[in-house]
């Protein structure tokens, strides 16, 4: 029998057998692949900075949901105890600009839809001051949980009150407001057809009325201009040109025939002095001479029923006098 060398003992030591490899697998270890299939490569896991992998224990988890937040709790918990004064002042203050990344970063949310970039981070930097104001540490929330919900609302109030070309009540509004949501859900078809009224109002519970008035409150965000030419005019027709001017012959009409049951009512002597003056345009020497009287006594029976009938139709007298 053939002896052999040290290299191949040692080599038979290192490399075991399949059915030795077999032997020495523990009991609860699972049996290999079976022969034939090929080896399955899996990629590594990859665990984010602060995070443990799935199945590795409990998943530790940031302080803050905003990447932009500050560490600020031990300042909130100063703030709240110090009393009014310089130093709370000076804390105050490097707390809310601390804090301004945020709002800004919130500001930009609402941005093209009409408003600056830098009038939206100063209504924003407002609302963080107030949430700043109204925080209390005690309650246990994180301030980013108090301040996002204040600094968005304090922007969305900046559009609803500032914003509108033609200010519409409240109630208007949230019309408007449901008229919008309910013409995105229902614009589904491939044409873009929009719904009808009467499809909004059976989508809404609104009635027909309501849907008409909240949608022509779409449009009270933007006015037209008075001197913007008409669609299909070709001479410059503007719309200030479709408005009416105020007609001072409706006002006569409606003060003759306010007077007119009064006119009866007069004696005959003092209507037929109103008739000759006003209707017959004469002077009131004529009227004297055709009387009888003096010129001052027709103007003073002139004067005193005029006065009277202005009195009875709520008007002034040297209205009825100069009519």
Sequence with gaps: MPMTSQAEEQHTAIEPTPEQRAARRRPDQAPSRPPGKPVRRTKPRRVTAGKAPPGGGSRQRGRHSHHDAPDTAADFERLSALP????????????????????ER??????????????????????????VDRYDPERGCA????????????????????????????????LRNRVRTARQELTRSVDDRGPSP????????????????????LESFTTLSLDAELPGADD??????????????????????????KLRNLPEREREILYMRFFCDMT????????????????RIISRTCRRLADQVGGRPEEYAAT
């Design 84 to 103: 009014e004064g310089p130093e709370r002042d000076e804390l105050r203050r490097r707390v809310v600009c601390a804090w301004l990344p945020m709002s």
């Design 236 to 261: 410059g027709y503007s719309l200030a040109d479709t408005l009416g001017a105020p007609e001072s012959g409706f006002d006569l009409v409606l003060d003759r025939e306010s007077v007119k049951p």
């Design 106 to 131: 919130l500001a930009l949310r609402f941005r093209n839809r009409g408003e600056s970039a830098e009038d939206l981070q100063q209504v924003a930097a407002l609302g963080l001051v107030k949430a």
């Design 284 to 299: 009131q020497s004529r009227i004297a001479d055709r009387l009888g009287i003096s010129q001052m006594h027709v103007s």
């Design 198 to 217: 009467e499809e909004i109002a059976d989508h809404t519970g609104m009635s027909l009325e309501e849907v008409l008035l909240g949608s022509q409150a």
């Design 143 to 174: 301030f980013e949980s108090f301040a996002v919900p204040t600094i968005v609302g304090e922007v969305k109030r900046h559009f609803r009150d500032h914003m509108w070309g033609l200010h519409v009540p409240r109630r208007v509004q949230e």
